[in-house]
């Protein structure tokens, strides 16, 4: 919102003292968002108004491809200066985006500790932990005192991501303990660390998934966890607003998927192409699956003939029966996303549900049952009853399938965001118009 | 998971003072979770053996039902003990479940300070900055050197919620700047707050949406957030912790909500007459309405009996409108739920659906037309391409519908997540059904 102010206010050229003064004042974020929505041409010279320290900020704050951008048009001892600032994880994402000639040059350019440090955090595969810590984290030696451990922070750890914990290792860098910054201070100097450090250290692989280490570090409230590889040698930190990112995008990603948009990380301004990407194939998908569901009703159309009030009850029972679909579906994969269910809570989730799917199976089998009798000629009343017997039991089948199945699919460790709503109602309409067809059909031929 | 160690290990009371150990060594989110899965009688027993500073952490952790029943069975003397020490905004959460009686006769029994901060977080609306900040902050006053704050913090600022960051105020308690405690230990002792400290500092008021708190700390990066009253002096702070749980939350609503549970709020192991409550009404409020859709099908039924391939296409067209509409409310509402698009943005976003809109129509239409083609006789062939067209045309309204709606709730301060899936389908079908039906009729009534 301070952007939208700059851009009101001091776009005008002729007043670039005052932009710059801005542009430098302002929160990096802020600046940030500003360029990004600046005509492409007149980005890097706002970006060259900025001081060194805030144009380090704002840079981490852009989107891969304006950085690209930048790189391209900033002259290179600038370039590099920045990009050696930028923290390990946030140079890999950059990396990641630009051309490999790109990266081969800047990668000579660094330092030797943070060429180390990035080459580092690009081995690991994305979404782990290795890919999403940083290599800046303030470690310590076992022998030291309280104030040989300030002072040693003092000294040396200026540009670390978090001075807020610290790590305590042996000499073969083999994680021990931690201690916070607050327990260095709140301690005598010459308290030994070893004293004082925790060594009920919550730790985590470099394989990690990077919503498994969210859920750690929000159940139990850390704003820093130490990553480690198979040797148990620490190899960076995570840090907590990493994970605030991490854990909105899995929120994303499970309602994106659960309504059957592939990948499920599509930002509401994608172009369109990217949103035709994502979304026609599940689309069609469906569609061609949707074939033997139709297929279902294709034989019975001389039924269909002789009772057209089917006609209109068949879409209410397959939007009912989605519905209740879409809500179990909802309930049980947020609970295992954020990790409040387990699959080994199955039994007692369905039960549950089933519980709970028997009040709904009555209530919507009743009220389609009602309903049914306003459109139903007065010969084919009975017609109404067998509607709200199957709405019954297409409702149990709907709670019953959108447990088990993501359940199972979370227990296979496959993403139960997968199995998604349009999936689940093409299977019930499908379960739905079969029983409903036949039976009618059945009672056709029985009826008087 | 430590949790489960315990319970499978050492439950048996002979073992008791293994037990004793295990409590007291293990995180107190782990020995709250095996607090809460014990039987009921046992827990209160459990609890006894941990000692004070592990009894008060493990406490905050427990659900507020198995706090009031600890509350119960303690002695008076440990529950005042406990209460005290609790952080404010915790003990607010817990003063709201327990029944007035007790309140009233814990708030006595508090220290003049903690009753003064209860009172103060309870005055403050549910959902704002105000009921879920904290009291306990560090403050500084203005005129302090580095060397002098850093040593006011080490001696009154134990208890403090966090000491990472520390707010300034003026002798009004006006908050004016802020300082991180990086900052101060990165000073020299001599230097003036006044010289160090940021007055770029992001805070919030006490009425403001705890959504609003959230992203503001994600947007900004931040572990602490100051929170000003009307007279811009400062009364609190939110920290990132219970940012986290805010985030996840409100992600949960995002997706159940849309979903149709009432309230967005279900967990997933709720008692069954908790889901009936959440799912039902809207279940029986949507097959109500379903009722205007069948309406539109009810005057047709003489169509349906001459051409019955309808009953097997108007399906498929419900269910694929449907799928869209949840795509395109997915991606919206949660584009706005996580500030990533506002209601500014309206027409950048609908000229982007309906792009990608375009191009789904003609994918969707194309292929629901395709396959009509397989169960229309050859006499009906046309019926296809009315199929397909109108497919078309309810895509573009979905996708429309999909992104003003939302857009519009939020303008309206209304939350955009009510516009859920079952009400925007049921429309789309009754659109949808009534333009097939209309234009097939109009067509028998004029082809040969």
């Not at 007149?42 to 852009?62: D, H």
């Not at 950059?94 to 330092?111: C, M, N």
């Not at 955090?121 to 290599?135: F, K, S």
């Not at 309903?371 to 010969?379: E, H, K, Q, R, T």
Request: a negative charge; one cysteine or more.
């Amino acid at each position: 919102m301070l952007a939208q102010n700059v851009s009101n206010n001091v776009v005008d050229i002729e007043d670039l003292s005052r932009l710059k003064s801005d542009l430098n004042r302002l929160q990096a974020v802020d600046v940030g968002e500003y360029i990004s929505k600046l005509p492409r041409k007149k980005r890097a010279l706002a970006f060259r108004l900025l001081n060194k320290g805030q144009a380090i900020n704002v840079f981490e704050y852009l989107p891969p491809e304006i950085q690209q951008q930048l790189i391209n048009s900033l002259h290179d001892g600038r370039v590099v200066q920045i990009v050696e600032e930028m923290s390990p994880d946030e140079r890999a994402v950059l990396f990641d985006e630009l051309p490999a000639g790109v990266v081969k040059r800047l990668l000579h350019e660094l330092s030797p500790e943070q060429r180390q440090a990035t080459a580092t955090i690009l081995g690991y595969p994305e979404g782990t932990a290795g890919r999403v810590m940083t290599t800046e984290y303030v470690r310590l030696q076992e022998g030291l005192t309280v104030g040989e451990a300030l002072e040693k922070i003092r000294r040396q750890d200026r540009d670390k991501e978090t001075i807020y914990y610290a790590y305590v290792t042996d000499y073969n860098r083999k994680l021990r303990s931690v201690v916070s910054l607050r327990q260095l201070l709140f301690s005598l100097p010459d308290a030994l660390l070893r004293d004082i450090a925790s060594d009920r250290v919550v730790k985590i692989k470099t394989e990690t998934p990077q919503e498994e280490v969210a859920q750690l570090m929000k159940r139990y409230d850390l704003i820093a966890l130490p990553v480690v590889d198979r040797e148990k040698r620490l190899v960076g930190i995570v840090t907590i607003d990493d994970v605030v990112d991490i854990l909105e995008e899995e929120a994303t990603e499970d309602i994106q998927k659960l309504a059957g948009v592939s990948g499920g990380d599509e930002a509401a301004l994608s172009p369109p192409q990217v949103t035709i990407r994502k979304r026609l194939p599940w689309l069609l998908g469906n569609i061609a699956l949707y074939v033997t569901a139709a297929n279902v009703i294709a034989p019975f159309q001389q039924v269909i003939t002789i009772v057209p009030v089917l006609a209109i009850i068949m879409p209410i029972l397959a939007n009912s029966s989605g519905n209740v679909a879409f809500q179990v579906l909802s309930v049980t994969v947020r609970g295992l996303g954020v990790g409040e269910i387990t699959p080994k809570d199955t039994l007692k989730v369905l039960r549950k549900e089933l519980l709970a799917g028997l009040g709904t199976a009555i209530g919507l089998g009743s009220a389609l049952a009602g309903l049914s009798l306003m459109w139903a000629p007065s010969g084919e009343h009975w017609v109404s009853f067998v509607a709200g017997a199957v709405m019954s039991v297409n409702v149990l089948i709907a709670v019953t399938l959108g447990t088990v199945l993501p359940m199972g699919f979370k227990q296979l460790n496959l993403d139960p965001a997968l199995i998604c709503g349009p999936l689940m109602t093409t299977t019930l309409d499908a379960i739905g118009f079969l029983t409903f067809l036949s039976l009618v059909s059945f009672a056709l031929q029985v009826l008087p």
